[in-house]
C-alpha cells in the first residue's frame, strides 16, 4: 500500500538514531547527541559538512554522533511533504575530542524561533554508583503557561512539597550536573514562586549509576500537563508524561446495520448504566470530535461494551489497555458482525505540513482505491481520476494510513472499488498546515432498491472544537 505522499515516516518512541561518517580518518573523535526538541517541527535530517548523517528524526528522539574533533558545519533539514527539506538550523561548531556535546533543536517552526541550544558535559562524577542527572527546560509552552521560570522540586517518592525548590530555571536553561543516590524520586513542577503543581512525575525508580539528561518539551499527548519529561540515556528516550495525565478514548458508530447503540465503558450491560445512550450511525462520543476531545479515562485496562439501544446482548465486549498520555479512537464498524477497530491517535501538530489519516471503515465496500487530488487551479473541484496514481492502493477494510504529511491545499478525495467503480467523490475539502485531520470510510445501503451510499465521518480539526 502506498503512502498518500512519498515520506519517511517515523514513529515517535523510544528510538536510537546512529549517525554515520565516512570522514574517519582522524583518531581523535568527538560525541554529539542531537536532540529534536521543537514541538511542531517535521522529521528532520541531520547534516555534518553538508554530507546527511541522520535521517527522519522525528520529535522526541536522539541521535548519537562520532565526528571528528574539529570546527565543522551542523546543519538541520525540515522535511517537508513530498521529501523536499529546508534548512532550519545551521551552525559551525566547534568539537573539542574530551568533551560531549548535546545539540538541542529547540523553539518553534510557527513562530520562526527554532534554533540550536548547544550544552557540554565533560562526564566527570564523584561516584559510580550515584545517579547523575543534567536538567534542561526545553519547552516554551511551560514557559508561556508558567509566565516566566518555574521552580523544580527533586524528591523522594511520596514526599511533600518542601517549602524550597530544588532549583529554579527558565526556557533554554540548564542545571547540574547533580548527583544524588540510586532510589525513588518524585520530580514536581511549579510556576516560579507559586505552590501549583503543573507537572508531577509520580514514582521514578533512578537506578545505581545512571547518566540521564532529563528534557521538559513541549507535552504533546493526552493530559492538562503542559510538559512531560524526556530521560534520556545515550540515544534511548524514555518519556515520562505526568502522573494524572490518564488516557483519552473517543468512539464513533460507523456500522448501519447496528442501528443505535448505547456505549458502555467500565460497566456492566444489564447491571450498570450505559455511559452514553442511543448512540446513532455516523454520531461520535464525544459528540464534537475536534481534535483533542476525548472521554478521558484512567490509564490500564478499560472495559468498552456496546449494546443495541433496545437491550439487546452486547455486540462489541472489548478490554484495551490504554497507556498513559496516549489517545485512541475505537470505530464500531461491520456489515456480518459489528466489530471494534482501535487506532492510537497522534495529535501533535507540524507547522510545514497537514497531517492527514484515513482509516477503512466500510466492510460493505471491500478493498479501495483512494486518490486524493488537488482543487484546480481557479478553485474548480476535481471532477475526473483521469491517469492520477491512487495515493491509497489496495486499501483494506480495518487498516489506516497511519498520518501522512500533506501540503497544504483544497483537495477532492475519490474512493473507487480496484476495478475503478466510483464510490465516494467529495466536495473541495480545505486542510490546513499544523491542522490533523482523520476520516473515516462508510458505506450503507440507502434502502431497497436504490444504491449504497457512501460517505466520510470526519474528525479532528475537519471539525470545530466547541467555543
Known amino acids: 500500500m502506498k503512502s498518500l505522499l512519498a515520506l519517511p515516516l517515523v514513529v515517535v518512541g523510544s528510538v536510537v ?11 581523535l573523535k568527538s560525541n554529539v547527541r542531537v536532540i529534536h526538541a521543537s514541538s511542531d517541527a517535521p522529521a528532520v535530517n541531520v547534516n555534518f559538512n553538508g554530507s546527511t548523517v541522520v535521517s527522519g528524526a522525528d520529535y522526541k528522539q536522539a541521535a548519537v554522533l562520532t565526528p571528528n574533533a574539529g570546527r565543522p558545519s551542523l546543519s538541520i533539514d525540515g522535511i517537508l511533504p513530498g521529501g523536499d527539506t529546508v534548512t532550519v538550523i545551521e551552525e559551525d561548531v566547534p568539537l573539542l575530542f574530551n568533551t560531549k556535546y548535546d545539540v538541542i533543536a529547540v523553539g518553534k517552526v510557527g513562530d520562526q524561533t527554532i534554533e540550536p541550544l548547544i550544552l557540554t558535559d565533560d562526564g566527570e562524577r564523584e561516584s ?19 509566565g516566566g521560570p518555574v521552580d523544580v522540586y527533586v524528591t523522594a517518592a511520596g514526599a511533600e512539597l518542601p517549602a524550597e525548590a530544588t532549583f529554579s530555571f527558565s526556557f533554554k536553561e540548564s542545571v547540574g550536573p547533580l548527583e544524588v543516590p540510586a532510589g525513588e524520586y518524585q520530580v514536581r513542577v511549579t510556576p516560579a514562586g507559586a505552590d ?38 545515550g540515544g534511548d528516550v524514555s518519556e515520562i508524561v505526568d502522573a494524572s495525565a490518564g488516557a483519552g478514548i ?32 455516523t454520531d461520535t462520543v464525544p459528540g464534537v470530535a475536534s481534535t483533542g476531545a476525548y472521554v ?56 510545514t505540513a497537514a497531517k492527514l489519516r484515513v482509516i477503512h471503515g466500510a466492510e460493505e465496500a471491500g478493498t479501495v482505491d483512494v486518490y486524493l487530488l488537488p482543487t484546480a487551479e481557479g478553485g474548480a473541484e476535481a471532477t475526473e481520476i483521469n491517469n492520477a496514481e491512487p495515493a491509497l492502493d489496495d486499501f483494506a477494510y480495518g487498516t489506516s494510513s497511519g498520518y501522512v504529511e500533506v501540503p497544504e491545499g483544497d483537495y477532492v478525495v475519490f474512493i473507487t472499488s480496484t476495478d475503478g467503480s466510483e464510490f465516494l467523490k467529495t466536495g473541495s475539502i480545505s486542510l490546513s498546515a499544523g491542522g490533523v485531520y482523520t476520516a473515516i470510510a462508510r458505506l450503507a445501503d440507502a434502502g431497497a432498491g436504490e444504491t449504497s451510499v457512501a460517505g466520510l465521518t470526519l474528525l479532528d480539526d475537519f471539525v470545530a472544537a466547541p467555543q
Open 17 to 27: 538514531l546512529t549517525g554515520c561518517f565516512d570522514d574517519d580518518d582522524d583518531p
Open 196 to 233: 501549583t503543581v503543573v507537572y508531577d512525575s509520580g514514582a521514578l525508580p533512578l537506578p545505581p549509576g545512571a547518566d540521564l539528561l532529563v528534557a521538559a518539551v513541549d507535552n504533546t499527548v493526552f493530559g492538562e500537563s503542559p510538559i512531560s519529561l524526556l530521560a534520556i540515556n
Open 250 to 281: 473517543r468512539a464513533v458508530h460507523n456500522s448501519a446495520v447496528a442501528g443505535p447503540v448505547d456505549l458502555y465503558v467500565n460497566a456492566t450491560p444489564g447491571s450498570d448504566a450505559a455511559t452514553v445512550e442511543d448512540i446513532a450511525y
Open 128 to 146: 559510580s554508583d550515584s545517579v547523575r542527572l543534567r536538567v534542561a527546560h526545553l519547552s516554551p509552552d511551560a514557559e508561556e503557561a508558567a
Open 296 to 351: 478521558a479515562l484512567e490509564a490500564g485496562e478499560n472495559q468498552v461494551a456496546v449494546t443495541g439501544a433496545d437491550g439487546t446482548v452486547a455486540v462489541i465486549d472489548a478490554t484495551l489497555e490504554l497507556a498513559a498520555g496516549s489517545g485512541t479512537t475505537v470505530v464500531a464498524a461491520g456489515q456480518t458482525e459489528v466489530q471494534a477497530l482501535v487506532f492510537e491517535d497522534d495529535n501533535r501538530s507540524v507547522a
